[in-house]
Antibody, heavy 125, light 108 residues
Framework: QVQLQQWGAGLLKPSETLSLSCAVY????????WSWIRQPPGRGLEWIGE???????NYNPSRKSRVSISVDMSKNQFSLKLSSVTAADTAVYYC???????????????????WGKGTTVTVSS | SSEVTQDRAVSVALGQTVRITCQGD??????ASWYQQKPGQAPVLVIY???NRPSGIPDRFSGSSSGNTASLTITGAQAEDEADYYC???????????FGGGTKLTVL
C-alpha cells in the first residue's frame, strides 16, 4: 500500500520561499509522475506541477515563474519550492501520485490515486 | 478561466440519481478522473479512465464521457455522498493537469 508523507514549514512571511517535501513509502517511485496540488481556504483544487523520477517536470503556466519541483531518487522524495509568497499562497498543499493508462477509444488517461494528508501553509506578516 | 468547467452546486434527494458534469475541449482527447472531497479531508479518487472505480468505491458511482463532456453519476445517492466533487484531466497542451472548479453535492 503506497503512502505519501509530506512535511514543511506551515507559517511564512510575505516574500519568503515555501518549501515542502513528500516521501513515498511502500511502492515504486519510478514509472509515475508525482504532483503538487493546493487548495486555498474555501476554494477549489489547483494543480501546481509534477515531476517524474528522471526529473522531467511540468508546471501550471500561471505559477511557473515561481515554482520549482525537484526529486531525490535516493530517498524516494520529491519537493516543492514556491518563491516570493504572498497571502494569496495561503492554502492546504497536497502531494499526490499521478498514475496513467490508455485504451483503444480515447488514448491516454491520467489520475491521482494516492494523496498525502495535506499541509496547511499560512502566509502572514 | 479554467480549461474544464463544472456546475457549482447540485442537489439530489436521498436514494435518487444525480449526474455531475465536466466540460472542456481537452475532454475530447483525454478521459476525466473524478475526486470526492469531504470537509477537512484530502480528495479521494472515485472514477478514472473509461468509468473505472478504485477498490473500495461503491458501484453506485459510475463515469461516462461524450464529446467534450465527462459525467459522474451516482445512482441511489446516500447521505455520505454529500461532498465536493472535482474533475481532472490533461489540458489541451498535454503537458499540464487541470481541475474543474468543483461541484458541491447536497443530498436532501
Amino acid at each position: 500500500q503506497v503512502q505519501l508523507q509530506q512535511w514543511g514549514a506551515g507559517l511564512l512571511k510575505p516574500s519568503e520561499t515555501l518549501s515542502l517535501s513528500c516521501a513515498v513509502y511502500g511502492g515504486s517511485f519510478s514509472g509515475y509522475y508525482w504532483s503538487w496540488i493546493r487548495q486555498p481556504p474555501g476554494r477549489g483544487l489547483e494543480w501546481i506541477g509534477e515531476i517524474n523520477h528522471r526529473g522531467s517536470t511540468n508546471y501550471n503556466p500561471s505559477r511557473k515563474s515561481r515554482v520549482s519541483i525537484s526529486v531525490d531518487m535516493s530517498k524516494n522524495q520529491f519537493s516543492l519550492k514556491l518563491s516570493s509568497v504572498t497571502a494569496a499562497d495561503t492554502a492546504v498543499y497536497y502531494c499526490a501520485r499521478v498514475n496513467s493508462g490508455s485504451d483503444l477509444w480515447q488514448g491516454s488517461y491520467y489520475y491521482m490515486d494516492v494523496w498525502g494528508k495535506g499541509t496547511t501553509v499560512t502566509v502572514s506578516s | 478561466s479554467s480549461e474544464v468547467t463544472q456546475d457549482r452546486a447540485v442537489s439530489v434527494a436521498l436514494g435518487q440519481t444525480v449526474r455531475i458534469t465536466c466540460q472542456g475541449d481537452s475532454l475530447r482527447s483525454y478521459y476525466a478522473s473524478w475526486y470526492q472531497q469531504k470537509p477537512g479531508q484530502a480528495p479521494v479518487l472515485v472514477i478514472y479512465g473509461k468509468g473505472n472505480r478504485p477498490s473500495g468505491i461503491p458501484d453506485r458511482f459510475s463515469g461516462s464521457s461524450s464529446g467534450n463532456t465527462a459525467s459522474l453519476t451516482i445512482t441511489g445517492a446516500q447521505a455520505e455522498d454529500e461532498a465536493d466533487y472535482y474533475c481532472n484531466t490533461r489540458g489541451t497542451s498535454g503537458n499540464q493537469l487541470v481541475f474543474g472548479g468543483g461541484t458541491k453535492l447536497t443530498v436532501l
